[in-house]
């Protein structure tokens, strides 16, 4: 009788462990490149995607991943995550958290912004920060949607943004938030003397930047049915008004000791202005370093105080937490076509010219009486 019990629970625990790997996927990447004359936008995306390959490690210095290099995809349509990096990261900076979604049944596109990330901050806290980030998301979709080895695992109606910091502010822009800069006037006063935005030279940047506001074109792109915001920027940019137009489902994550965008005055104050409420998840000790994949020693060596912020064990425990939620979110509105929401276009609210009516025509009888007048 001990003897079948045994086998009994044996069977089980096998048939869960197949249960278990059935819903998740090997992982394929291949890193795709654009430059449009026309436009003059230049775009170095990462995509990973579900795979029948098993993973190999990949250098790409100072990098190392594991996936199947250009591996063959299954079959199948599957719904697209574009992620945004933030200011201080790279395509690469969160491939842990981009290949975890891919196992889970998403192919996840990661460019590059130029003169925002790691190497090159030539446009930190100027509009073009934020507007070249939006084309730069909506020509990622763009460039998979005509590319002829990413098209086919792609469903061009399930498509999703999770941004970190300035992008979970550019992921805001695409889903129909229209910025005013409502909040910028008492922001300083409100913040710490070492915070980001209130040093001298970012004042006077924001300052340019809140004379280009209010945004009256929308820069929402009506493709995109989901969002994810996690640490985002730029909270100061908002009012409550800004959100009328807002139209996907969000997810809005905190970083509570990250000093660059305080959690109280960017991710909850983006929370509070919502009249329709988000989702919303709190990361206890996360801060801008802890969201990122692990960095390669030599990254650690000349940036210690963001890759190293948080110990190894914690940065595991943020990271599950994270993905978990994640996952979560996103399986729900793009794991099948139900739970699509209805995407509206966005309004122009571009001020018409004033139009001087025209003196109206005379009447014969008004003709008769001036002539008597006369």
């Known amino acids: 009788m001990r003897l079948f019990t045994t086998l009994v629970l044996l069977a089980l625990l096998l048939v869960s462990s197949a249960a278990h790997a059935a819903d998740t996927y090997m992982v394929g990447f291949r890193t795709l490149g654009q430059w449009s004359p026309a436009t003059g936008l230049r775009l170095d995306v990462n995509v990973w995607y579900p795979s029948v390959r098993p993973p190999r490690d990949l250098n790409y210095a100072p990098w190392e991943i594991s996936a199947s290099r ?40 990661a460019p590059n912004h130029p003169g925002d990330n790691m190497d090159n901050m030539d446009k930190l806290l100027t509009w073009q920060q934020l507007e070249n980030r939006a084309h730069e998301l909506s020509g990622s979709i763009d460039l998979l949607l005509h590319d002829p080895e990413v098209e086919p695992s792609v469903d061009a109606t399930r498509i999703g943004v999770v941004g970190f910091g300035v992008g979970g502010a550019s992921a805001l ?98 929370y509070e202005l919502m009249d329709k409420k988000p989702r919303w998840l709190s990361l206890p000790q996360a801060d801008t370093g802890s969201l990122m994949a692990p960095c390669p020693e030599s990254l650690a060596l000349e ?72």
């Open 70 to 109: 250009a591996g063959k995809a299954v079959e199948g349509r599957f719904p697209l995550l574009l992620l945004s990096h933030d200011t201080a990261g790279t395509r690469f900076s969160y491939h842990d958290t981009a290949a975890w979604l891919a196992s889970l049944g998403f192919v996840v596109a």
């Open 303 to 374: 940036l210690p105080e963001l890759c190293r912020s948080v110990s190894a064990e914690t940065r595991t425990a943020i990271h599950k937490r994270m993905t978990e939620a994640l996952g979560d979110f996103f399986l729900h509105y793009l794991g099948n076509a139900q739970n699509l929401p209805q995407i509206p276009p966005p309004p122009d609210l571009t001020p018409q010219p004033h139009k001087v009516a025209p003196e109206p025509t005379p009447q014969p009888a008004q003709k008769a009486r001036k002539r008597r007048a006369n």
């Open 173 to 270: 822009l695409l889903g129909g938030a229209l910025p005013d800069c409502e909040g910028w006037a008492n922001y300083c006063s409100r913040t710490t003397p070492t915070d980001m935005y209130c040093n001298p030279w970012a004042r006077e940047r924001m300052e340019a930047l809140c004379k280009r506001l209010p945004l009256t074109r929308s820069l929402a792109d009506t493709r995109i049915r989901a969002i994810a915001a996690v640490a985002p920027g730029f909270g100061m940019l908002f009012s409550r008004q800004s959100f009328h137009w807002f139209y996907p489902p969000l997810l809005l994550v905190a970083a509570p000791n990250d000093v660059l965008n305080a959690s109280s005055l960017h991710a909850r104050r983006i």
